[in-house]
């Protein structure tokens, strides 16, 4: 079933830096505060511009956040004492999260940005998908723990990311593999998540999907993942 399905949609497993994929939507592996930290987040931070820590639209967004929002302020603070710069990418998901009322998203959830500087200094993609699998408690300071993925959180993230490409009729998606690392999924499982949310693709203009393994680490298992998804 799952071949006929597939039959009219090539998936290819590849490795590399998911923001040099030419394709029409990159997704991302995100957080209920949408905040590039590592993996995916961090290639598309540093591929649309990091800024310095005094730039102005960020301490202004820095700013408006922390009165709205107590808790993402703690966060932003502590960011700013890590060696994580401020990026053009994060300023725009920063003003996202202030436009919809400085809230935490929840666990499946998905964020449609445009790709901003990606498009600019790569000439790619032109959109990207925050798809929410996996967060962290923000509460707890400095460091919070993770609050895990799930099969569902994954699925029904990815499944939203999916639906927002077929409206913008993009004909061509690449995506990381989604929380098996600090996510707490199996490879198994994440990609289990993924081919169910792929069914929504059914019939719409999509026709190509890359799965890209963004890191060494990854990069190793590119034969497992392979035949994981040869069945498509």
């Known amino acids: 079933m799952l071949l ?36 995916t987040a961090e290639q598309i931070r540093k591929s649309g511009g990091e800024l310095s820590k005094d730039n102005e639209e960020y301490r202004i967004l820095k700013h408006r956040t922390s009165q709205e929002n107590p808790v993402l302020g ?22 996202y999260i202030i436009e919809n009322g400085s809230r935490e998203l929840e666990l499946g959830d998905a964020v449609l940005l445009p790709s901003g500087d990606l498009s600019n200094i790569l000439g790619r993609a032109k959109y ?3 798809a929410i699998g996996m967060t962290y408690d923000w509460k707890i300071q400095p460091k919070p723990p993770t609050i895990p993925a799930t099969f569902t959180s994954v699925m029904d993230s990815l499944t939203k990311s999916f639906y927002k490409a077929a409206e913008l009729r993009c004909k061509s998606i690449a995506m990381p593999p989604m929380c098996i690392r600090k996510g707490g999924l199996t490879l198994e499982e994440s990609t ?38 040869e069945d498509f």
């Open 192 to 229: 289990r998540a993924s081919k169910e949310a792929l069914k929504v693709l059914d019939g719409t203009t999509v026709k190509r999907i890359e799965v890209v393994l963004y890191n060494e680490e990854l990069a190793g298992e590119v034969d497992k993942f392979r035949k994981l998804y």
């Open 74 to 95: 703690k966060v932003l603070d502590y960011i700013d004492t890590t060696e994580r710069l401020p990026s053009k990418a994060q300023n725009m998901r920063l003003r």
């Open 128 to 130: 990207v998908s925050d």
């Open 4 to 39: 006929k399905y597939m039959k009219n949609i090539s998936i290819e497993v590849k490795t590399g830096n998911i923001t040099h994929q030419n394709v029409d939507l990159l997704i991302n592996s995100s957080n209920t505060y949408l905040l590039l930290g590592s993996g």
